[in-house]
């Protein structure tokens, strides 16, 4: 059982950073992938970033690859998401999911946070 909680979501203007911490509970964190996802107003998730168990080998969404990047530290059992150069369209609730597959699709995931809100103004 993984328990994920995410944290420093706000309001930040379009070229502006955010950082967003999941932090977990539970001794399989390190075993597992983990993954950023979010979903804007009257849209579906979507997939915005992934890592491996061992921190390897990131995966990007088109939309923000060279803008985010997912990173974690398995002594603290927290993954992180610094998000730089944010725009508009970035606007959405940010999601930190934990799964033994991984990928960019959600099924990939067993375990979702409840999410943080992310509003980028213009």
């Known amino acids: 059982q993984v328990q994920l909680i995410e944290s420093g979501g706000g309001l930040v203007q379009a070229g502006g950073s955010l950082r967003l911490s999941c932090a977990a509970s539970?001794?399989?964190?390190?075993?597992?992938?983990m993954g950023w996802f979010r979903q804007a107003p009257g849209k579906e998730r979507e997939f915005a970033a992934a890592?491996?168990?061992?921190?390897?080998?990131?995966l990007y969404a088109d939309s923000v690859k060279g803008r985010f990047t997912i990173s974690r530290d398995n002594a603290k059992n927290t993954v992180y998401l610094q998000m730089n150069s944010l725009k508009p369209e970035d606007t959405a609730v940010y999601y930190c999911?934990?799964?033994?597959?991984?990928?960019?699709?959600?099924?990939?995931?067993?375990?979702w946070g409840l999410g943080t809100q992310v509003t980028v103004s213009s």
């Open positions: 999911a934990a799964g033994s597959a991984g990928g960019t699709s959600a099924h990939g995931y067993l375990y």
């Open positions: 539970g001794r399989t964190f390190s075993s597992n992938a």
């Open positions: 890592i491996t168990w061992r921190g390897g080998r990131p």
